[in-house]
């Protein structure tokens, strides 16, 4: 049986109790990448969430790329997320589990540039660079040195509080790549592409223009159904999908897909 973790980002949103309703119906765990601005604004909703056995991951404070932003003010960030992240757990009265975090638009400090693609090796080279130009816009201009060395430091800075990867069994020969696999944020090995049916974006010229279309995306994954490596599958809250959401996350479940609970013991 195919198995996936299910990670959602933009949390909390006013729909983030519907969805977790839904997934709880459905007796599918996720953990769900919240937004600082928006835990302030749904502090109540995140703390429910919490209380119904869901996982709150770290999505940064503002949603901001960080290859517009100083070292420090990425870390910055991040820890005013983490702090209402830390309050949210502690008025649920319930336990952490771990620290985790997801780049806001996967942006690591390099852009578009999320994995070094001139080291990749040839073969799996064409498969991560397609994997993150799923509405990345990735082009080939290469980051200065200095947008290197903050990447590095950004993970240096994660490993030093505590951060891991709440995911095991992630075993493709192309996600075992050093700045995939041992990297402390969480990346994905399949994207929903939800997003694309926003209003705003199916103005725009994007392959997938209804929820028929994204189906059969997740259909057609050659990896998405493999039952010998454990998926990581990104979709989104947010306020205009919750039938895009309930459409897909539902249609995997019908596919076979079993969903896991994240790990809290993972170590890279």
Not at 31 to 60: A, K, L, P, S, W
Request: glycine fraction near 6%; charged fraction near 25%.
């Amino acid at each position: 049986m195919p198995k996936a973790y299910l990670t959602i980002d933009d949390s909390p949103t006013a729909i983030s109790l519907n969805l977790c309703r839904y997934l709880k119906d459905q007796n599918i765990p996720a953990i769900f990448y919240c937004r600082g601005d928006n835990i302030e604004q749904h502090f109540d909703d995140t703390v429910e969430m919490i209380r119904m056995g869901f996982v709150i991951g770290n999505h940064g404070y503002a949603h901001k790329r960080a290859v517009g932003l100083d070292y420090e003010d990425v870390v910055e960030d991040i820890s005013r997320c983490e702090d209402l992240i830390d309050k949210a757990y502690d008025a649920a009265g319930v336990k952490r589990p771990g620290k985790y975090y997801r780049f806001p638009y996967l942006d690591r400090g390099c852009g578009a540039w999320i994995v070094d693609f001139d080291k990749l090796p040839d073969d799996i080279r064409p498969i991560i660079h397609d994997l993150f130009a799923d509405g990345l816009y990735l082009d080939d201009t290469r980051p200065t040195e200095a947008l290197r060395e903050k990447k590095h430091m950004l993970q240096y800075w994660l490993a030093d509080k505590g951060f891991t990867l709440p995911f095991e069994g992630v075993t493709f020969p192309w996600y075992q790549h050093p700045q995939m696999a041992s990297a402390l944020d969480a990346l994905y090995t399949f994207s929903t592409s939800d997003w694309m049916l926003t209003a705003r974006h199916l103005e725009k010229d994007h392959p997938y223009k209804t929820i028929e279309d994204l189906k059969g995306k997740i259909d057609s994954d050659p990896y998405l159904f493999s039952d010998k490596h454990n998926n990581i599958v990104l979709i989104h809250d947010q306020v205009e999908l919750e039938h895009v959401f309930k459409a897909l996350v539902g249609h995997m479940a019908a596919s076979g897909i079993e969903f896991l609970p994240v790990s809290s013991t993972h170590q890279p």
